[in-house]
């Protein structure tokens, strides 16, 4: 369904026009022998609303003028119209299925000197033709920007972690069970207007690093363990994850409670707020080792989501806001920030 035509050589966007309007430009259409162009082969159309009540376009059958436009999937329709209407809210034109020379994007955003290209790939697209295709966006001064809802595994590190590429900015979109189109970045959802609007807005920045949050609420929780050689019951413990600016789990260089670790660094700092409060004074951090058979525990009794402890279980759960002293973990992602803190 294109939603752009020119009306005697003036562009117009057919999601401008409510009901009544999009009636009166019929009406004058008719009327004055008026005629709408289509850009994407120059023939004439004329205007029509959907069952949904969608006012678009549609070309005038005519077996003589080939083109190439392929009907687009109402998941593909309604992410386009969200990204005009962010652009919009945000002083940018928007232009739909707009082609120059050898590229072509769902959406068109021009402010002053700068422009993006938004494209919206609900079937399948080779890495390849990606990257192809942002090279001609790229030549013209372009910047893309890729919604993908099947990434290719070239981005993919695993089947639900997205790789992160700075002159390639993609991210993952799907249809949730409201019908609306959902942008998927890092651990948050949200729609894909209110995405557009972040980035057109610097809410979203490329970083080569995770950076811990200087403030984070961190939860050790302590239950009893018995010793795998005799049997004898210990107080072991596991923790929530640390979190980074953008709200991305870090993932430790090494899961160890052994001194000197980035595990047991983070953890001595957590006990000493602990014992600071006053709320357990004796609490200490250290290898795990029976008292009654001197067996040294394995390091994933400390460690969360390795062991099948029953809630019900759990003898103390300490739960801090706790500053973290800057924490930085080597990974390229897109990390968002309503207040400028973000990763590095």
Not at 206 to 215: A, F, Q, V
Request: proline letters at 3%; glycine letters at 4%.
């Amino acid at each position: 369904m294109p939603l752009r035509a020119f009306l005697n050589n003036e562009e117009i966007l057919s999601i401008d026009y409510n009901s009544q309007e999009w009636s009166d430009l019929k009406f004058k259409i008719k009327n004055e022998n008026s005629s709408i162009t289509l850009p994407c082969c120059k023939q004439t159309g004329f205007l029509r609303t959907s069952s949904k009540g969608l006012n678009h376009f549609v070309h005038y059958k005519n077996k003589s003028i080939i083109c190439d436009w392929q009907n687009e999937t109402p998941q593909h329709l309604k992410s386009k119209i969200e990204i005009i209407k962010a652009c919009k809210k945000n002083g940018w034109q928007a232009i739909p299925e707009f082609s120059q020379n050898d590229w072509r994007a769902d959406v068109l955003a021009i402010k002053k000197s700068a422009k993006i290209a938004f494209e919206v790939q609900w079937s399948k697209q080779t890495f390849e033709e990606t990257r192809l295709r942002q090279e001609n966006f790229k030549k013209d001064g372009v910047k893309g920007c890729w919604f993908f809802r099947i990434f290719p595994t070239e981005f993919m590190f695993d089947n639900t972690v997205t790789k992160a590429f700075k002159d390639l900015p993609i991210f993952k979109i799907f249809e949730n069970q409201q019908g609306e189109i959902i942008v998927s970045l890092n651990s948050t959802e949200k729609g894909i207007f209110e995405f557009v609007d972040d980035l057109l807005n610097r809410r979203l920045k490329y970083c080569e690093h995770l950076r811990s949050n200087p403030e984070n609420e961190f939860e050790i929780s302590f239950y009893e363990r018995e010793c795998p050689n005799c049997k004898e019951k210990h107080l072991s413990y596991f923790t929530s994850e640390i979190r980074s600016c953008c709200g991305n789990i870090i993932p430790f260089a090494q899961f160890s409670n052994k001194k000197g670790s980035d595990f047991y660094q983070i953890l001595e700092h957590s006990f000493y707020e602990i014992r600071q409060s006053g709320e357990n004074k004796f609490l200490k951090l250290g290898v795990l080792r029976c008292d009654n058979c001197k067996t040294e525990f394995d390091d994933t009794y400390t460690i969360s989501k390795q062991i099948p402890v029953n809630v019900q279980e759990l003898k103390i759960i300490y739960k801090k806001k706790v500053k973290i002293d800057k924490y930085i973990k080597d990974q390229k992602h897109w990390c968002f920030s309503t207040n400028g803190n973000f990763c590095e």
